[in-house]
């Protein structure tokens, strides 16, 4: 069975960085995507990226702040996070979904545990 495993979430100041990984056990998937929720909020997809890592889409929030990429060799997909605000706070959950289309409006099929990013002002 396919599981999802990400890493790399902790505490970091504003205006910091952080890069999560997720890697892919199992059978392997097309397009990735990373989602977050932060406590009383609803899940927010945040970035996406197609299936050769050609295609990439990010959430009004975190464009230009985020990137999103993928290692297809080693199953991995990273999430790179600069400039960190405190709203960036939240469970951040790695994505992913049969079809080789991103998305950030549509759905995924299989879903991490998720990783605490926590950012402090």
């Known amino acids: 069975q396919a599981q999802l495993v990400e890493s790399g979430g902790g505490l970091v100041q504003a205006g910091g960085s952080v890069t999560l990984s997720c890697i892919v056990t199992?059978?392997?998937?097309?397009?990735m995507g990373w989602s977050r929720q932060a406590p009383g909020k609803e899940r927010e997809n945040v970035a996406a990226?197609?299936?050769?890592?050609?295609?990439?889409y990010y959430a009004d929030s975190v464009k230009g702040r985020f990137t999103i990429s993928r290692d297809n060799a080693k199953k991995t997909v990273y999430l790179q996070m600069n400039s960190l605000k405190p709203e960036d706070t939240a469970v951040y959950y790695c994505?992913?979904?049969?079809?080789?289309?991103?998305?950030?409006?549509?759905?995924?099929?299989?879903w991490g545990q998720g990783t605490q990013v926590t950012v402090s002002s």
């Open positions: 994505a992913a979904r049969e079809s080789h289309l991103p998305t950030i409006t549509g759905t995924y099929d299989a």
């Open positions: 199992g059978r392997a998937f097309n397009a």
């Open positions: 990226i197609s299936t050769t890592g050609k295609t990439t």
